[in-house]
């Protein structure tokens, strides 16, 4: 099955830096890989997301890249701030069976 | 938006006893849902996949029989943990997309389960 690795595992920024999450996957037929923010005892939100067929994705200050022949994509969170403070997860979905394999989770600290 | 609920949303139950889970789509019909298991700190590890009208797909390393799964209809799956025991304590997150799409998935709330 798939196997998706998630660097780092706490990552903490000054207030305004940016903040950088990557993600390697195994299963090459992975083709959807979604990004979801998780505050403490709450339900995972989508904050973006990519497809196979697309290298580079932003929305305001949140991008996201994938490299297909390396097999990695990555979190870019620009100017950030104290509420981007939780725990982030990347996911990859296989082509075969639509099933969603999560990363291990990065505790993202911003610092006023 | 669609909406994915859980309930209940916590639950203490004693040791060797069995416990309900109810994961509800509100607002669209789900032909598949997910369900996931998570411990403290800990990211989300897939338990099965639930699909209406037919068995659920259990990951490898997952107790079917421990673990029941039913998907009556497409806005409703349920799971079950039989004979609870401490370390089936967790907090369990279901998820469904909707039939335009299975990409985009919607979490539910999530149920701590606290066992005795």
């Known amino acids: 099955g798939e196997n998706v690795e998630q660097h780092p595992s706490t990552l903490s920024v000054q207030e305004g830096d940016s903040a950088v999450i990557k993600c390697t996957y195994s299963?090459?037929?992975?083709?959807?890989f979604p990004w979801y923010k998780q505050e403490l005892g709450k339900r995972p939100q989508l904050i973006i997301d990519?497809?196979?067929?697309?290298g580079e994705k932003k929305d305001q200050r949140i991008a996201v890249t994938l490299n297909k022949t390396a097999k990695h994509f990555s979190l870019h969170i620009t100017e950030t701030q104290p509420e981007d403070s939780a725990v982030y997860f990347c996911?990859?979905?296989?082509?075969?069976?639509?099933?969603?394999?999560f990363g291990s989770g990065t505790k993202l600290n911003v610092k006023p | 938006g669609a909406v994915v609920s859980q309930h209940p949303s916590w639950v203490i139950c004693k040791s060797g006893t069995s416990v309900k889970i109810e994961c509800r789509s509100l607002?669209?019909?789900?032909?598949?849902m997910f369900w996931y298991r998570q411990f403290p700190k800990q990211s989300l590890m897939l338990m099965a996949t639930?699909?209406?009208?037919?068995?659920?797909?259990?990951e490898q390393g997952v107790e079917k029989d421990k673990f029941l799964i039913n998907h009556a209809s497409l806005t409703l799956s349920t799971l079950t943990v039989t004979s609870a025991h401490p370390e089936d304590s967790s907090f369990y997150i279901c998820?469904?997309?909707?039939?335009?799409?299975?990409?985009?998935?919607?979490f539910g709330p999530g149920t701590r389960l606290t066992v005795l």
């Open positions: 990519i497809r196979s067929n697309v």
């Open positions: 998820s469904a997309g909707t039939s335009g799409s299975t990409d985009t998935q919607y």
């Open positions: 299963d090459s037929a992975s083709n959807y």
């Open positions: 996911a990859a979905k296989g082509y075969n069976f639509n099933k969603f394999y």
């Open positions: 639930s699909n209406e009208g037919s068995k659920a797909t259990y």
């Open positions: 607002d669209f019909q789900a032909t598949t």
